[in-house]
């Protein structure tokens, strides 16, 4: 079924692009994280022009995240105050990520910095991910797991200015989680991602945070934070396709509820390292193509008329 | 009407001798609509002689569609420190967004390279106003890269056995449109050729433009940037919400 994309000015396999969507909204059904991570790498290996899969991905991550901060809501799993300061964070990082984009894309680097952005990011969290798993799953039957030395990282407990986030069980200064959502809606704008897949793990391993709250609070930051990238991309890039949005949506968020049916029937651990593994290959296979000699040397890039 | 003044036209023009053509296309408006996957273009006409007889002689036609002129940058990747990136660049003024040749034989038979570069006859001679100070071996590698990547993207393209003439007056050919074709006025140029010479041309044009949603949707997304935005934003949260109230009655 071949579907014409207004803005990315081509035509497409919507069949394809659908089915897409449906594996990266199974991933994030399964491991509470948007998807995004998977969905801007593959759409650009499709032939889509890397600003407009990043784009596009990220208004996407938003509809694969309200469901789940609904869910995530009912059973009282999001911390609201730390999901706003956060938040607060996350659109002064989007505003950077804008000016970050606009000035790699007007020198013409702007590829390159995804992609050494995407290994360096995935690389690192699916390494940690999947050691961790595999500590879990190899831990004998009724060995505790060993003590956490401390709650959180010391340089959190340096920052002035302490505040009690009660749901989330910290006493720390608000400044952490801030620049924390700084750096994640930074990331957000440039890579497409939603950021989950490291808000998360920060969330848990730097602010110390409890773990009933870190999934809900980190995807109602992802809303809002997908949804200010979308109106940034709108208003600089222009390179958001409705029509690929759509698509895509259609895949996820079908994808999204099977994934978290399927969820329960799985080890947690077992989850985590697949998750890992996934994350990793996508770290291999970038570098590996950052490496070798790409099939097009030449890009064309459109000058404004004067 | 038209071809009426154009003949006569032709006529004070080009002195008795000379041939007059009279070209048409299949269609003068391509719109660009959902599930819009190229399209084929054919350019016909007819070859008159001034005293209304068949023109007789043998005659080669050559027929060059091109797109708008966009401005560009070409930048060039290169490896540096193990890594590929984006180093060199040059920029074209004028490069075609689009550029097909046909003709009825081997350009290379028809025409010499100088007449061949002056009408650009070929991908080989597409004029694009290289600007900025550049020197000429560099700006011919960037030049051919240019070429070389839009033909494989099946934006430029030349076809030596495109042109079919029937009885030496007819000719038709054919020029498929990629489904990634931008929009915009598209000009059809017909040339005769004969013994080396371009004894007659003519011009005609094509109108490439989106259409309904599709133009709605870019025309916003242009304009609107805001607005576009939020509607985008909305829907994926409707899409989201209505997903997980579904799932949650099955």
Redesign the interface.
Known sequence: M???L??A???VNGLLIVALGGLTGILSGLFGVGGGFLTTPLLIFYGIPPTVAAASAS??V??????GV??QNSRGGVDFQMGAVLIAGGMVGAGLGAILFRFFQSV??I??VIN?LYVVMLGTIGAMMGREALQTLFRKDGEKPPPRRRRHHPLVTALPLRYRFYRSGLYISPLAPLLLGLAVGTLTMLMGVGGGFILVPALLYILGMSANVVVGTSLFNILFVT?AT???????T?A?D??L??LL??GS??G??IGTKLAFQVKPEILRLVLAALVLSIAFVMLFK?????D??????????? | MRYLLLIFAALMLSGQRDPILVPEISQHEVRVRQGFTGTELLLFGAILDPRGQRAGREYDIIVVLRGPSEPIRLREKERVGGIWMNTESSDFRSAPAFFAVASSRPIEEIVDTKTAAIYEFGTDYIQLSPSGVIDTDEQLRFSRGLVDLRTREGLYKQDMDGVTITEQVLYQSRISLPSNVVTGTYTAETFAVTRGRVIASAVTQVEVRKVGFERAVEVSAENYGLLYGLVAVFLSIFTGWLAGRLFAMV
């Open positions: 071949d579907v014409y207004p803005i000015n081509l035509s208004t996407q938003t509809g694969a995240s309200v469901s609904i869910a013409g680097q590829d390159v050494i949804i979308t109106i940034m991309h709108s208003l600089t222009k958001v409705m029509v949005v759509a949506l259609i968020v079908t999204a509820q950052l490496g070798v000699r790409p097009e040397v030449y890009t064309v890039q459109l000058l404004e008329n004067v």
